[in-house]
């Protein structure tokens, strides 16, 4: 029996304590924050809550491996520059050359890895709030599309694609 399990990585990005106030006293639960990838191109991320950090961490794990999107990839890196938004954060992520790393904040550099991306320039700005700047990245990755896709999307052959753009390039 050959069992096809992929190995997923998980980035635990933020654990936060909740407070709830009642009328016998404070309630306390966790709230957690979990990213979750093959290194091959698929990611996902959730957020999980519970009264205890552990069964919040297993429930947003468990959450995000069945949310996953499809990243591209061009060998190490990503196919072209991409901007992503979420809330009032903002995210830039730029292809670099191999052996360059994952030049990330910490943030961004989580979901980077969980996706499988090893070489790439990466900059977040506006608000800093750790889950934005997660949202922001895997809303930046999900509009990446590769050469076959943007080809296929246009009703086209990516000769013809990569024909217009060398005419485009001479023509310049």
């Known amino acids: 029996m050959v069992e096809n399990k992929e190995t997923f990585v998980d980035n635990v990005v933020s654990v936060s304590r909740v407070t709830k106030v009642t009328k016998g006293g404070k309630r306390f639960s966790f709230s957690a924050m979990v990213v979750s ?3 091959e191109g698929k990611v996902g991320v959730a957020l999980g809550r ?3 950090v552990s069964m919040a961490i297993a429930k ?3 959450k995000a491996r069945k949310n996953l999107i499809s990243v591209t990839l061009r060998g190490s890196t990503i196919p072209y520059d991409v901007k992503g938004s979420h809330g009032a954060s903002d995210v830039i992520v730029r292809p670099a050359s191999k052996g360059t790393g994952v030049i990330a904040g910490g ?3 989580a979901v980077l890895d969980a996706a499988g991306v090893k070489d790439v320039l990466a ?3 506006g608000s800093g709030n750790r889950k934005n700047v997660v949202k922001a990245t895997l809303n930046a990755l999900a509009k990446l599309r590769s050469a076959g896709q943007l080809a296929k999307q ?3 052959t990516i000769m013809q694609l990569v024909g217009k753009v060398e005419k485009n ?3 310049k």
């Open 37 to 39: 990838g093959n290194r």
């Open 50 to 52: 519970s009264r205890e």
């Open 60 to 62: 947003a794990t468990n």
């Open 107 to 109: 943030a961004m550099r």
């Open 123 to 125: 900059k977040s700005s």
């Open 154 to 156: 246009r009703g086209k």
């Open 169 to 171: 390039v001479k023509s």
